[in-house]
């Protein structure tokens, strides 16, 4: 049971990355998927989420109208497209799965992934 994160890297200020958050060996349409972050000094926070069936989304205030959860389950595969990234974005993410339906707490969640890094620099 592995959550893979990746598509970190570095960007400039403006720029875009799309994370992604692979599954293997559970169905991840089991269960909702999340993303949370955390910066060097800081506790981890939640970015966003999906429920497991694609009809509900969730997000920060930091994330809204810049950042889009989506999911393909027939890849086992969610995903964070992060858009007009800014220097305040940098930080390690992660994802997440659980089996509430709106998970909005890191305490909702049963699986985690490794974390991918994500730099906002110029």
């Known amino acids: 049971v592995q959550l893979q994160a990746s598509g970190g890297g570095v960007v400039p200020p403006g720029g875009s990355l799309r994370l992604s958050c692979a599954a293997s060996?559970?169905?991840?349409?089991?269960?909702?998927v999340g993303w949370f972050r955390q910066a060097p000094g800081k506790e981890r926070e939640g970015v966003s989420c999906?429920?497991?069936?694609?009809?509900?989304?969730r997000y920060a205030d930091s994330a809204k109208g810049r950042f889009t959860i989506s999911r393909d389950n027939s890849m086992d595969t969610a995903y964070l497209q992060m858009n007009d990234l800014k220097p305040e974005d940098t930080a390690v993410y992660y994802c997440?799965?659980?089996?509430?339906?709106?998970?909005?707490?890191?305490?909702?969640?049963?699986?985690w992934g490794q974390g991918t890094q994500v730099t906002v620099s110029s």
């Open positions: 060996g559970f169905p991840l349409d089991h269960y909702a």
């Open positions: 999906i429920s497991r069936d694609d009809d509900a989304t």
């Open positions: 997440g799965a659980s089996e509430v339906v709106i998970p909005t707490r890191q305490s909702h969640y049963e699986f």
